[in-house]
C-alpha cells in the first residue's frame, strides 16, 4: 500500500492546483460570457447595428467554461449517479463495485481523450465563421481563428478528468486496505445544484 | 445487436455509473463490439456539439442570476412578502412557504436552490411556531417543484434544446401548471389544517423595519412603470384598441397609476407598505425576464444575461448586501453547477445519435403502439413510467434521455410538442420530491436535519395532490397551451 | 451488399435534399445490383450543421453530406461565390453553369486541397430555388427601401456584408429562433427562398412582403468522403457518380414544383410579392457592387473563383442565346 500512497501524492497535489487554476479561468468564463452577450444586447437594440462574433465568443467561453470547471464536479461527486446498490451493499463488495465503475469511467475518458485530439486536429482545417485576432489594431492583418482552439476545450477537460478518475482509483484501493481514515476529505462541496 | 445498448446503458446506471459515464460508456461498448468503431468520432464529436449550442448558454446565466439573488437577501423579502399575505390564514406559515416557493420560482429554475434557500428561512421558523420538523421539511420539499415548471426553468431549457422546441414557448405553457401546482398544495395545507390545528401567524414579522431612501425611491417609481404598464396593455384589449398611442399614451398612464398607488397606500398599514415596498425590486425580474421574451425584445439567452445584470445592479446597487468577494464565490459555484449539466447534455446529444444509429425510435415506437393506440390511455402509461423514472433519477438526465425516445412517438399521435414537454417537465420534476431517490429531499434533509425516511412519510399527501395535477394537466391540454397560444408561440 | 453509405442532410422530408436523396438511394441500389446501400438519416440525427456534419465527412463516420454554401463556409470560403447576389440571370443558366461548364471541377480541387483530400465535391444542385428578400415591415423596391432594416443572416461574413451594403442591419438569428424573432420584432426580414419560408409559417408571424429580387442562387452542394468513394472499384464510382448525376436533376426540378404552391399560400396567408422592374433590378445590382470587391479581397481564392464563375456563366449565356435564337425561329 506504501506504493499507491506514494503514488497518490503527485496526483493529489497536480489536481489541487491544476483544478485550483482551472475554476479561476472557468469563473472568470462565465463573467466573461455574460459581459459579451450583454454587449451584443447593447449593439443590437440601442446601436441598432448588431454585431457578428459576440455569439460564437460567447458559446467559445461556455465551452471553456464547461471543459475547466467539469473535473472538480467530478473529484467532489457532483456526477450525478444511482447510489442506490452501493449504499445497499456490505463495504467491500461496495468499494469492489466502486473499483469496477472507476475503470469503466476511466476507459470512457482514454478513449475520448484520443479521440479528442484526433478531433482537435481536424479543427485545425476549419476557420471559425466569426471570431478573429484583431491584430489591425496593431497594424497587422486580423487572423481567422480556427476551431481547433474551440475543440482543445473538450480534449483539456477529458485529460483533466482522466487525471482525477486516476486519484479516485488511488483512494478506493487506499479505502478497500483500511486506510480511509487517514484520506483528505473531498466531501461533497456546497455546489448548486441545476434543477 | 446495437439495440442492446439500452439494457446495457439501464444496468450500469443501476449498479451507480455516473449518468454522464453510463451515456458513453453503453453506446461506445456495442459500436465497438459490433465492429463500428469509426462511429467512436461520432459519438464523440456530438458530446462536443451538444455542449456547443447558443441557447442552452441561458442554463449558466439564469443559474446565475438565482444564485446571485439568493445571496443578496432577496429570499427575506419575498418571505416577509408572503407573509404579509397569507400570513394570517390558518397553517399561516405553510401557505407562506408555498407562495414564497412560487414567488421564487419566478427568479430561479431550479428546484434545490429553492429548497436550499427558502427551507433555510422557513423550516426553522415553522418549528418555533409549533410544526413537526418532518412537516415542515415535507411543504417545502413539496413546493419548491414549482421552480422549475413556473418560468425561467433549467429542464425547460434543456428539453427544448434537445428536443429543437421553442424555450419561450415552453416557459410561457409552464405558468399556469406551476400556479396549480402551488394551489393544489394551499388547498392540502388548508384540508391539513382543520385536521391538525395549525397555527397562524403574524402577517408582519418585523414591526417599524427601516427602509434605505434608494430602495424606497427604486419600487416608487418601478411600481409606477410597472402599474402604468399594466394599465397600457389593457388598452389594447379595448375595442378598437390605443395601440396607436405607444409613448404618449404609456407616459399619460404613469399619472392615474400613481394616483391609484397613492389611493391604495393610504388603505394599508405603514409596516405592510414597507414589506412590499422591500419585495418590489426582486419581483422586477420575472416581469424583465418574461416581459422581454414576450415583447420580443431578447431571445431567451439575452433575457437571461439581462436577468445577471439586473441580479447584480439589485445586489450591489440597490440592496446593498452583496460585495466582491461574493461574485467570486457565486460565479465559481454557478460555474461548476453549469459544467457539471451541459456535459449531460453533451452526453445526452451523443447518446441520442446512437439512439438514431440503432434504429431504436421506430422499435419503441411500434412497441408502444402495441400496448395502445389510443392517446389518452398512452398518456397515462407514460406518466406512470415517468414517475417511475422519477422516483430514481433527476430530472435532467431523465429528460435528455426520454426525450427523443418519447417525444416523436406522442406528437406522432397528436399530441402538441408543447404540450408533451410540460407532461414530462411537471412529470419528472414532480420526481425530485418523491422518494426513494429524489434530490429535494436529500436536500431538504441536509437543511432541516430531518432523516430523508421520515420527510419521505410526510410528503405523501402533497405528492398525492401533485400527482393529481400532473393528470389535470395531462388531460386538459388547455391548462398548458392557452397562455402560449395567445401569445402567438405555438398553434 | 459491399459497401453501405451513409447519407445525411440536415432537413426534413418534405426538402428538396430528401428528394434528391431518394432518386440517388433508388438509382444507385437499383443500377449497382444491390451492390451497394444507401442508409439515410434525415435531420440532425447524425449531426447537426454544416461544420459538424462536414468534420464527420472528413473523418470518415458520415459518407455523403449536403451542405448549402453557407454551412460550408468554414472549411471553404470560396463557396460563398453562390451566395453573391445577381450573377447568375436564371434557372437555365445556373443549371447549364453547373452541368455543362467545369465550374464543379474548379471546386472539387480546391476543396479537395483545403480539405486535405478528404472531403470530395460530388455535384452541385438547388435547395430551394433563389433567395429573396422578405420582411414585416413594407414593401421593397429599390435598394433604398431596405434601408435601416434588420434583416436575419446566418452567422457568415459574406451575407452579412450583403445587407449592410444594402444599408440594412444584417442580425445573426439562430435558425429555430427565427419565427418568434420575426413576430416579436427583434428582426423585421429574412433572406431565404419561398418553400422555407412557408415551411416554417413565417408569415404567421408577420412576414409580409416579399421582393423577388432572386439575389442568390440557392446552391446545395453535396460532398462525399473522398477515400470512402476512391476505395471502390471503377465500376461502382461509375454507378455513385451517374447517381448523383440523377440526383442533381431532381433537386432542379423539385423546388420548382413546390414553390408553385408556396407562392400560392403565400398570398392566400396575406403576403405580397413584388417583381422588381429590370431598371429597378438594375439598381439592385449597381447597389450591390462593393461587395463583388470585398469578396475578391477578403475570400481566400475568392477573386479566382469569382472570375471562374463568370467565365462559365459567359460561356453558357452565349450558348443559350444561340440555342434561343435557332429555337424560336
Ligand atoms: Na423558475
Ligand atoms: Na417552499
Given amino acids: 500500500m506504501g506504493v ?10 497536480w489536481n489541487d492546483w491544476a483544478l485550483a487554476a482551472a475554476r479561476v479561468i472557468a469563473l472568470a468564463a462565465l463573467g466573461a460570457m455574460v459581459v459579451v452577450i450583454l454587449t451584443q444586447v447593447f449593439f443590437r437594440y440601442v446601436l441598432n447595428d448588431a454585431l457578428p462574433w459576440p455569439d460564437e465568443a460567447a458559446r467559445f467561453l461556455m465551452l471553456w467554461m464547461t471543459g475547466l470547471a467539469a473535473p472538480t464536479a467530478f473529484r467532489h461527486g457532483g456526477f450525478v449517479a444511482i447510489d442506490m446498490v452501493r449504499t445497499l451493499l456490505p463495504a467491500t463488495v461496495a468499494g469492489v463495485l466502486n473499483l469496477i465503475l472507476l475503470a469503466m469511467s476511466l476507459t470512457v475518458l482514454l478513449v475520448g481523450a484520443q479521440l479528442g485530439w484526433t478531433h482537435v486536429n481536424s479543427g485545425w482545417l476549419f476557420n471559425s465563421s466569426s471570431l478573429r485576432l484583431p491584430l489591425d489594431l496593431v497594424g497587422g492583418e486580423p487572423v481567422r481563428i480556427k476551431l481547433a482552439w474551440m475543440y482543445l476545450s473538450l480534449f483539456t477537460e477529458m485529460v483533466l478528468l482522466t487525471v482525477v478518475n486516476i486519484e479516485l482509483i488511488l483512494r478506493e484501493v487506499l479505502c478497500l486496505a483500511g486506510e480511509a481514515a487517514r484520506l483528505p476529505s473531498y466531501a461533497r462541496s456546497d455546489v448548486p445544484e441545476a434543477e | 445487436m446495437l439495440l442492446w445498448f439500452l439494457p446495457v446503458f439501464l444496468s450500469l446506471l443501476l449498479i451507480g455509473l455516473p449518468v454522464f459515464f453510463a451515456l458513453l460508456f453503453a453506446p461506445g461498448a456495442l459500436l465497438w463490439l459490433n465492429g463500428q468503431e469509426r462511429d467512436l468520432a461520432l459519438i464523440y464529436r456530438n458530446l462536443y456539439n451538444g455542449m456547443d449550442s447558443f441557447p442552452l448558454m441561458a442554463l449558466p446565466f439564469f443559474l446565475l442570476a438565482g444564485e446571485i439573488m439568493n445571496r443578496g437577501g432577496i429570499t427575506e423579502r419575498l418571505v416577509a412578502f408572503a407573509q404579509a399575505f397569507m400570513g394570517h390564514l390558518r397553517g399561516g406559515l405553510a401557505h407562506v412557504n408555498i407562495l414564497s416557493s412560487i414567488l421564487f420560482a419566478g427568479l430561479s429554475g431550479s428546484a434545490v436552490a429553492d429548497t436550499s434557500a427558502l427551507g433555510s428561512t422557513l423550516i426553522p421558523a415553522m418549528e418555533r411556531q409549533g410544526y413537526a420538523r418532518r412537516f415542515a421539511a415535507a411543504i417545502t420539499a413539496a413546493s419548491s ?10 429542464i425547460m431549457i434543456i428539453y427544448a434544446y434537445v428536443m429543437g422546441q421553442s424555450v419561450a414557448a415552453l416557459f410561457l405553457a409552464g405558468i399556469v401548471p406551476g400556479l396549480l401546482v402551488g394551489l393544489g398544495l394551499m388547498v392540502t395545507v388548508r384540508l391539513l389544517a382543520d385536521r391538525y390545528d395549525l397555527p397562524r401567524a403574524e402577517r408582519i414579522v418585523e414591526r417599524n423595519a427601516a427602509i434605505a431612501p434608494l430602495e424606497y425611491w427604486v419600487s416608487f417609481v418601478l411600481l409606477r412603470l410597472n402599474l402604468a404598464g399594466l394599465l397600457y396593455m389593457l388598452t389594447w384589449a379595448l375595442p378598437g384598441g390605443w395601440a396607436v398611442g405607444g409613448w404618449a399614451v404609456y407616459l399619460a398612464l404613469l ?16 409596516d405592510f407598505r414597507t414589506v412590499c415596498k422591500k419585495a418590489v425590486a426582486p419581483m422586477q425580474t420575472p416581469i424583465i425576464i418574461l416581459g422581454g421574451i414576450l415583447i420580443g425584445v431578447f431571445t431567451p439567452t439575452e433575457a437571461a444575461a439581462i436577468a445577471v445584470a439586473y441580479a447584480l445592479i439589485v445586489s450591489f446597487g440597490v440592496l446593498r448586501v452583496m460585495t466582491v468577494a461574493d461574485l467570486g464565490d457565486v460565479l465559481r459555484r454557478s460555474a461548476i453547477a453549469s459544467a457539471t449539466v451541459l456535459l449531460l447534455v453533451g452526453a445526452a446529444v451523443a447518446f441520442k445519435t446512437m439512439v438514431s444509429l440503432s434504429h431504436a425510435p421506430e422499435i419503441l415506437a411500434e412497441f408502444i403502439l402495441g400496448l395502445s393506440e389510443n392517446p389518452l390511455t398512452l398518456l397515462f402509461l407514460i406518466n406512470v413510467l415517468l414517475f417511475v ?16 425516445i418519447l417525444g416523436p412517438v406522442f406528437t406522432g399521435l397528436g399530441v402538441d410538442p408543447v404540450h408533451f414537454a410540460i407532461i414530462m417537465s411537471v412529470n419528472l420534476t414532480v420526481g425530485l420530491a418523491t422518494p426513494p431517490m429524489g434530490l429535494v429531499l436529500f436536500v431538504a434533509s441536509s437543511v432541516s436535519g430531518e432523516r430523508v425516511e421520515t420527510i419521505s412519510k410526510a410528503i405523501l399527501p402533497f405528492l398525492a395532490v401533485e400527482i393529481a395535477v400532473i393528470f389535470l394537466i395531462t388531460y386538459v391540454p388547455a391548462i398548458s397551451m392557452t397562455i402560449p397560444r395567445l401569445a402567438g408561440f405555438a398553434n | 451488399q459491399d459497401y453501405t453509405l451513409r447519407a445525411t442532410a440536415n432537413s426534413n422530408e418534405n426538402d428538396e435534399d430528401y428528394d434528391g436523396l431518394v432518386v440517388f438511394k433508388n438509382y444507385v441500389e437499383q443500377a449497382s445490383n444491390g451492390a451497394i446501400e444507401v442508409e439515410l438519416f434525415i435531420g440532425t440525427q447524425l449531426c447537426s450543421n454544416g461544420t459538424e456534419c462536414l468534420q464527420g465527412v472528413a473523418d470518415g463516420s458520415i459518407d455523403i453530406f449536403v451542405t ?11 463557396v460563398q461565390v453562390f451566395d453573391l447576389p445577381y450573377l447568375m440571370r436564371s434557372d437555365r443558366v445556373a443549371e447549364a453553369v453547373l452541368t455543362d461548364t467545369d465550374f464543379t471541377r474548379t471546386l472539387r480541387d480546391l476543396a479537395l486541397r483545403d480539405s486535405g483530400n478528404a472531403i470530395r465535391i460530388m455535384t452541385i444542385g438547388n435547395t430551394g430555388g433563389w433567395r429573396n428578400f422578405a420582411n414585416t415591415q413594407r414593401p421593397v423596391q429599390t435598394p433604398g427601401d431596405l434601408d435601416g432594416l434588420k434583416i436575419r443572416t446566418v452567422v457568415a461574413d459574406l451575407p452579412q456584408e450583403l445587407v449592410s451594403t444594402l444599408g440594412a442591419s444584417p442580425t445573426p438569428i439562430p435558425w429555430p429562433e427565427l419565427f418568434t424573432s420575426l413576430q416579436t420584432g427583434v428582426v423585421e426580414g429574412s433572406k431565404n427562398g419561398i418553400t422555407d419560408i412557408m415551411n416554417m409559417k413565417f408569415p404567421d408571424a408577420g412576414l409580409k412582403y416579399l421582393t423577388l429580387d432572386g439575389h442568390a442562387y440557392m446552391a446545395a452542394i453535396w460532398v462525399m468522403n473522398n477515400d470512402t468513394f476512391l476505395s471502390m472499384p471503377e465500376e461502382m464510382r461509375r454507378v455513385v457518380v451517374n447517381g448523383f448525376k440523377e440526383l442533381q436533376q431532381a433537386t432542379f426540378a423539385s423546388p420548382k414544383r413546390k414553390s408553385i404552391s408556396a407562392y400560392e399560400e403565400f398570398a392566400a396567408a396575406g403576403g405580397e410579392v413584388y417583381v422588381p422592374s429590370p431598371d429597378e433590378k438594375q439598381a439592385f445590382q449597381d447597389a450591390v457592387q462593393p461587395v463583388y470587391d470585398w469578396f475578391g479581397s477578403n475570400v481566400d481564392e475568392g477573386e479566382q473563383v469569382l472570375q471562374s464563375l463568370r467565365d462559365a456563366v459567359a460561356q453558357v449565356e452565349e450558348d443559350i442565346d444561340a440555342d434561343i435564337a435557332a429555337d424560336i425561329q
Avoid at chain 2, 417543484?145 to 433549467?154: K, L, T
Avoid at chain 2, 397609476?257 to 405603514?270: D, S
Wanted: with cysteine; proline share 14%; charged share 5%.
Fill in chain 2, 145 to 154: 417543484v414549482i421552480g422549475p415548471i413556473i418560468p425561467p426553468s433549467g
Fill in chain 2, 255 to 270: 399619472v392615474p397609476a400613481h394616483f391609484a398607488l397613492v389611493w391604495y397606500r393610504g388603505r394599508c398599514t405603514p
Fill in chain 2, 389 to 404: 423514472v422519477g422516483m430514481f433519477l433527476d430530472a435532467g438526465p431523465a429528460i435528455i434521455i426520454l426525450g427523443p
Fill in chain 3, 68 to 78: 448549402t454554401s453557407g454551412g460550408a463556409a468554414g472549411i471553404f470560403p470560396y
Fill in chain 1, 4 to 13: 499507491v500512497r506514494g503514488l497518490l501524492v503527485p496526483f493529489g497535489l
